[in-house]
């Protein structure tokens, strides 16, 4: 069965750079969500899709934004990326809010 | 706001020692969702279960199995007759059913570690 794609899996920047995340839900998912997750942490909610418009944001901050197309893909953008920001970034589809989330296998940024 | 605790941090067991993962929660909505992920070494969160506020069955697959007590608002989870490859950590997560749009609050974690 298709999965959650997401790329680039790695990603090596550094401070003040920007990063571009890609996801590409199963198709036929509607909704789209973005998480991070620092070391040894739990994964924290950023911002959701539902139809191609923002329907919950979370702590996100202001430095990064995200859209997700008519193809229903999502790109989560990162502008000046701070040493904290180095985390596990995980996109995760599902067909309707209230379902089970499906995971990529998360984007793993670094920041030097 | 909605909130997951998972009270043991690491639980470390010898292969085929039967073990359970204690997961409590918090939320004001009647109806909300209880989620198990698994997250081995390599990283990817995978899906286990998902339970509705409004079915408190429990549910066995294979060597888990699931404990859903709305009076003690807990979703605890067994597996039994461990494995190696069950170590991982496990998340429990809600998603609450009104207000949420389906954004997972997870809760800290259990690393569990299966020694042969």
């Known amino acids: 069965a298709a999965g959650v794609i997401q790329s680039p899996r790695h990603l090596i920047k550094e401070k003040r750079e920007t990063a571009t995340l890609k996801c590409y839900p199963i198709?036929?998912?509607?909704?789209v969500y973005w998480y991070q997750q620092g070391p040894g942490q739990d994964p924290q909610f950023l911002i959701s899709f539902y139809e191609k418009m923002q329907s919950d944001k979370g702590s996100i901050p202001d430095r990064f934004s995200a859209q997700q197309f008519s193809d229903y893909h999502s790109e989560l953008n990162m502008s000046s990326l701070e040493l904290g920001d180095s985390a596990l970034y995980f996109c995760?589809?599902?067909?309707?809010?209230?379902?089970?989330?499906?995971f990529g296998p998360g984007t793993r940024l670094t920041v030097t | 706001a909605q909130k997951v605790t998972q009270a043991q941090t690491e639980i470390s067991v010898v292969e085929k020692e039967d073990v359970t993962l204690d997961c409590v929660y918090e939320?004001?909505?009647?109806?909300?969702?209880l989620f198990w992920y698994k997250q081995p070494p390599s990283g990817e969160l995978v899906f286990l279960i998902r339970?509705?506020?409004?079915?408190?069955q429990n549910e066995i697959s294979g060597r888990y199995s699931w404990n859903f007590q709305k009076s003690t608002s807990s979703f605890n989870f067994t597996i039994t007759a461990s494995q190696v490859v069950d170590s991982a950590v496990y998340f429990c997560a809600l998603v609450a059913g009104g207000t949420s749009y389906g954004k997972l609050t997870f809760g800290q974690g259990t690393i569990l570690t299966v020694h042969p």
């Open positions: 939320t004001r909505d009647t109806t909300y969702y």
């Open positions: 198709p036929r998912h509607d909704t």
């Open positions: 995760a589809s599902s067909f309707g809010t209230l379902y089970e989330q499906y």
């Open positions: 339970r509705n506020s409004f079915d408190e």
